[in-house]
């Protein structure tokens, strides 16, 4: 079966525990990289669903071009700003549902900001 290459973005913290075990075991990364998505892709779904807070989350790349504004936040509380544009987009969620009831995944992603929205106090 032939190979296929991609490309992955990994966080920091990632990179360097990847880095270090390659180090340590003198594998390459790609060897690494492998054997864990094997690894992965062995175990049974339900184990996977159980891991939870191990699972590591990568953002779409379209974040990329944006997050550096976030990163050197210099106008008071980010967690402010952060709160701001989630409602702005729970707004814009809810109304998308109500124009367009029938296109899939429009109530599916309102549903899902509602439940976001519980970590949010709003007064």
């Not at 525990?17 to 990289?33: E, L, M």
């Not at 106008?75 to 969620?93: C, N, P």
Request: hydrophobic share 35%.
């Amino acid at each position: 079966m032939p190979s296929r290459r991609i490309t992955v973005r990994l966080n920091e913290n990632l990179h360097d525990h990847i880095k270090r075990h390659c180090d340590d075991t003198g594998c390459d990364v790609t060897a690494v990289v492998r054997k864990a998505l094997g690894s992965f892709f062995s175990k049974d779904e339900e184990s996977r669903q159980n891991e939870g807070d191990e699972i590591i989350t990568v953002p779409p790349e379209e974040i990329y071009d944006r997050v550096g504004n976030y990163l050197a936040w210099g106008r008071g509380d980010l967690r402010a700003e952060f709160k701001r544009q989630f409602v702005e987009i729970l707004a814009t969620a809810f109304a998308t549902q109500r124009h367009f009831p029938k296109t899939p995944g429009v109530k599916e992603a309102y549903a899902g900001l509602l439940q976001i929205s519980s970590h949010f106090k709003f007064n």
